[in-house]
């Protein structure tokens, strides 16, 4: 590889750099209540995923472990301000990532990435799947939902994930899927929110595998 090609890393500085120069130019127009955002001056403080992770125009992106977080969770946190939805949504219903609209390009990948994966890997280990989920503040759902776990996970203020969960019974393999509500959309594009999944089934797996302190690719 050339000198000359920008190293992926150094990449996503740029992209991070970009967002937050974005930002900048629409700061004082975001709506950071109606976002269940607390804003600190030119710092907006994101409850994401049961953490507060820090989005500061000076200070750039930071964890609730005061670390940079993954590039995907710089790239969720800088949409979900972009995107500044200030309007309430409308319904309470959940669906499937595949039954967005636009989901289309990234279904196959949602599937493999977060429902799929989560079920390979938690197969046989339902109890401990609840545990890790609670670990990013998932909480039982009261529903009418006939799963093993039905757990309701706070992604980010108004984008929460509500994951349903059978354990592995013969003949019947383990099954998975993580939901969202249906005015998501109007909080993130089709590929954050995918990101947004992938991000909580890797940390549930690094959970599952004792490797949460390793530097995650989510």
Request: glycine share 8%.
């Amino acid at each position: 590889m050339s000198n000359e090609q920008p190293q992926p890393r150094a990449v996503f500085g740029e992209i991070r750099e970009d967002y937050l120069a974005q930002l900048g130019e629409v700061w004082e127009g975001i709506d950071f209540v109606a976002l269940g955002v607390e804003r600190d001056g030119d710092t907006a403080v994101i409850p994401f995923l049961g953490r507060s992770h820090r989005v500061s125009l000076s200070q750039g992106f930071v964890d609730h472990n005061g670390n940079k977080p993954s590039h995907a969770a710089c790239v969720v946190l800088a949409k979900y301000l972009l995107q500044n939805a200030s309007e309430p949504g409308s319904g309470d219903e959940w669906a499937a990532y595949k039954q967005f609209p636009d989901a289309a390009p990234f279904v196959e990948g949602y599937a493999n990435t977060v429902d799929r994966l989560i079920a390979r890997e938690f197969a046989g280990h339902g109890g401990q799947l609840a545990i890790e989920c609670a670990r990013w503040g998932g909480e039982e759902y009261d529903s009418e939902l006939s799963y093993d776990l039905v757990l309701r996970i706070p992604a980010l203020p108004k984008v929460p994930l509500l994951l349903l969960y059978n354990d592995e019974e013969e003949p019947f393999p383990a099954q998975c899927s993580v939901l969202l509500k249906q005015d998501a959309s109007r909080y993130l594009d089709m590929e954050c929110m995918a990101m947004l999944g992938m991000i909580l089934a890797q940390r549930l797996v690094a959970g599952l595998k004792g490797t949460l302190d390793q530097n995650l690719l989510s």
